[in-house]
């Protein structure tokens, strides 16, 4: 018994934490454009921050 | 890096791109600064294509950021308001990608959307987890871990439920308070006494808590409405753009002169109104001053410029091209040809409004049978025993395991299926219903201009010699007539220097290349002495009075029309073409393609009755047009199409648009929606034969958490993989026509 009070605690934070990934990745935009993330690491200089419904968070690349 | 697929730039075709007008309508202001505009590039998707579009349209000044979607294949371009509209067209079609405008409507950010999602992430968390522990649980724990796994589990459940369930609570609440019932309230009741029941067995320590099948209900139930939203309508904006063309004043000349700037709305019947080049007539009214050429492509859908004078009547709507008329008001604006397209669609939108989706029916069906059964297990399991517990459970069991968990994702699993396999062919999809109204379509009608052809003139036959040719092209360049344009795309490349340019409305035009006058335009006017028995679709060219050579124009017909009409002949639908324009035009394509019936000269409101009399013949009618003359026919029609090139508002007026310019993605799109259709009812009978099956099992008491688990699991499972069934094999054309789809776009 007194290993499941260890064990499933553990088990259900791991979920939690899982669970909260989920839900900022949601409301980063990750899901945005999955097949544009999927295309777009093999681009060298692509700008591959999710693009965010609000203001302007992807921009001119700057020149070097 | 080349460009691995991107089509050939389709610079041949004059092909009409929005006017900078149209772009900022369809714009939205981001801030102070920036605008953003969203255009759907259909053609896009790889690296190289997300490239390609991103680098092009970052080179352009004024652009401040670009960024392209490839899920939804649409780019968000900011750029900066003040500035001139960058050529976002003209820079993507040199980049090799058709482009349409994309108009953002605000039911897309979606609040309610994200609080689905959340609640089906936070559900389904809870679910693995209690499953867990409840996988501990039938293995045979013993009666203290099982007893604190139940209250871990309720630890759990307790708050997913007060979370996820809200979705259901709530719905179920408006229900009921309108004194209706609808899906929502079994499963709420069904959710609420489940819980109840469980909490109370947990603290009395009893064998049995179903907090694993409460919650995965909730989940199963929940991915199942989160489908279903993804394919629920958006608010439908046409009324909205079509009020947006209405010019919004005019400018009104007095009998002393006066000249003055006042609302539509305020100018009487009988006032004189100016009309400036490049403005939209306000008013219905009549010429009594000035002569210039009118596109009544919005009106009529007619491609080819009006030519109109003194005494010509003219419609709200039409665009003057290039002359300053002076007209007389004779409709108020209430009355005027646009107020009565609206009038016309807001009916049309209202008329078809009173559809209900499969599975509302299948819904309205089965909640009754459920609330009806649970009852009739409490009763009599209650009269059998006495053991109110006993019948409580037994009556909570039937109505958890006959919970429409298949029957909430057979519907929109299939549809969500289907709507990825058309946009895979370029075909976007407003909503699920659509794809059901599609499914039983026995009649498409056609629209003319526009859909079954381009609507652009392309030159026909020209018998202007090669040396002269190059001087039409860059004497042509110059007008934005669609003939003009015409001629311009035989030699794009054309750079010759054009002195004296001058356009003549109705006439044609004229200027000087390297000392030669040149004239373009009507036979009679360009080279005095030729007469021409065909006027209006000819053109001649004369250099110094001396007749050059004439150029005969058609309308582009759509790639694939003949091909599409001819599947569709196969497949024994009732074919017809209804268009705007005159019955010589109409018959000669019509007969090309291989149509039998036809009707010429139909005004919009001709068009929405020749629907509803097939209506009233018993079909079901898919309309497919593209004009502000179509939007009231395509909202009246049992369900539409439209070309992605056309106007806004037959875009927004359509179920279904497709972005790729063949005519093939009408078959397409019916077979898609008839083997999706197919699936459907497969699912639905899924849903029953379950339900049949363990209904028994469930009045009778036998129903365990475990069986209960496993039974819902499963039947999900089944209509969820048949669903899927749609990837695979959807008839061949799809396969073999991708490839070849690309083959002639490449060559286009």
Known sequence: MSYLTWLIPIALLMGATALLAFLWSLRDGQYEDLDGAAQRILLDDGEDRPAAAGGPRYSRPEPE | ?748
Request: charged share 20%; with cysteine.
């Open chain 2, 1 to 748: 890096m080349t460009v691995c697929c991107a089509p050939g730039a389709d610079v041949g075709s004059a092909r009409r791109w929005p006017s900078d007008e149209e772009v900022r309508l369809a714009s939205r202001a981001l801030s102070e600064q920036l605008m953003q505009t969203d255009l759907s590039v259909p053609s896009a998707h790889c690296a190289a294509c997300i490239r390609a579009i991103e680098t092009a349209l970052l080179a352009l000044p004024g652009v401040e950021a670009a960024r392209l979607n490839l899920t939804t294949r649409r780019v968000s371009v900011q750029w900066l308001k003040d500035g001139p509209v960058p050529p976002f067209f003209a820079t993507l079609t040199r980049a090799g990608y058709d482009a349409a405008l994309y108009t953002h409507d605000q039911s897309e950010d979606d609040p309610e959307f994200g609080r689905l999602l959340r609640a089906t992430a936070v559900a389904g968390f809870a679910a693995m987890n209690i499953m867990l522990l409840s996988v501990s649980v039938w293995s045979g724990a013993d009666a203290g871990t099982r007893h604190a796994f139940h209250l871990i589990s309720a630890l759990l459940a307790l708050p997913t439920i007060a979370y996820s369930g809200r979705v259901f609570f709530a719905s179920a609440w408006s229900a009921l308070k309108h004194r209706r019932t609808n899906m929502d309230v079994p499963i709420s009741v069904g959710i609420v006494l489940t819980l109840a029941l469980s909490l109370h067995d947990t603290l009395r320590n009893e064998p049995h808590a179903y907090f694993d099948a409460v919650v995965s209900l909730t989940f199963f139930l929940l991915v199942g409405r989160t489908l279903d939203h993804m394919m629920r309508r958006k608010a439908r904006t046409a009324i909205v753009g079509l009020a947006r063309i209405m010019p919004r004043g005019a400018v009104t000349i007095s009998a002393d002169g006066t000249r003055e700037y006042k609302d539509v709305r305020t100018i009487a019947k009988g006032e004189t109104l100016f009309v400036a080049p490049g403005e939209r007539i306000p008013l219905d009214g009549t010429i009594t001053e000035g002569r210039g050429e009118l596109d009544a492509q919005l009106v009529t859908g007619e491609v080819e410029p009006v030519n109109a004078g003194p005494g010509d009547h003219v419609s709200a709507g039409m665009l003057n091209l290039n002359g300053s008329l002076t007209i007389r008001a004779e409709r108020e604006a209430g009355e005027s040809f646009l107020s009565e397209m609206i009038r016309m669609m807001e009916a049309a939108e209202a008329g078809r409004s009173g559809y209900r989706r499969i599975a509302d029916r299948a819904a309205s069906l089965y909640s009754p049978v459920i609330h009806t059964l649970a009852l009739i297990a409490f009763a009599g399991w209650m009269a059998a025993t006495g053991d109110w517990h006993r019948a409580l459970t037994i009556a909570v069991s039937v109505l958890i395991i006959t919970c429409p968990c298949a029957l909430g994702l057979a519907v929109p699993m299939v549809q969500v299926m289907a709507a990825r396999r058309l946009f895979e062919r370029g075909i976007a999809l407003k909503e699920g219903s659509a794809l059901e109204r599609l499914a039983e379509t026995d009649t498409v009608v056609f629209d003319k201009t526009g859909t079954l052809t381009l609507g652009d003139l392309r030159v026909a036959a020209s018998t202007v010699p090669e040396n002269h040719l190059e001087a039409a092209a860059a004497l042509a360049f110059n007008s934005r007539h669609p003939a003009a344009r015409a001629i311009a795309s035989l030699r794009p490349d054309s750079r010759m220097a054009v002195e004296d340019f001058a356009e003549y409305p109705g006439l044609g035009i004229e200027g000087r290349i390297n000392g030669a006058l040149y004239r373009l335009g009507r036979p009679s006017w360009a080279c005095r002495g030729v007469v021409s028995d065909n006027e209006k679709s000819m053109s001649a060219l004369s250099c110094d009075g001396e007749l050059a050579g004439t150029f005969t124009f058609a309308d582009t017909p759509r790639p694939d029309a003949k091909e599409a009409v001819q599947a569709l002949w196969e497949r024994e639908f009732e074919l017809e073409v209804l268009s705007g324009d005159g019955e010589r035009a109409v018959a000669a394509v019509a007969r090309d393609l291989g149509f039998e019936r036809w009707r010429s000269a139909m005004l919009p409101a001709d068009k929405v009755a020749r629907l509803d009399e097939l209506r009233g013949q018993g079909r079901k009618v898919l309309m497919v047009g593209d004009g502000l003359n179509d939007a009231p026919a395509l909202s009246a029609a049992h369900v539409s199409m439209a070309p992605g090139n056309a106007a806004e508002i037959g875009r927004n007026a359509a179920d279904l648009v497709f972005f790729n310019a063949s005519l093939a993605a009408v078959p397409a799109a019916l077979a898609i929606a008839r083997r999706a259709g197919a699936l459907v009812k497969q699912n639905l009978g899924l849903a029953v034969i379950y339900n049949v099956t363990v209904l028994p099992l469930a009045l009778a008491g036998h129903v365990t958490p475990l069986i209960a688990a496993i039974a819902m699991s499963l039947s999900s499972i089944l209509v969820v993989a048949n669903a899927l069934r749609l990837r695979g094999d959807t008839p061949k054309p799809v396969a073999a026509g991708r490839r070849a789809g690309k083959l002639a776009e490449a060559a286009s």
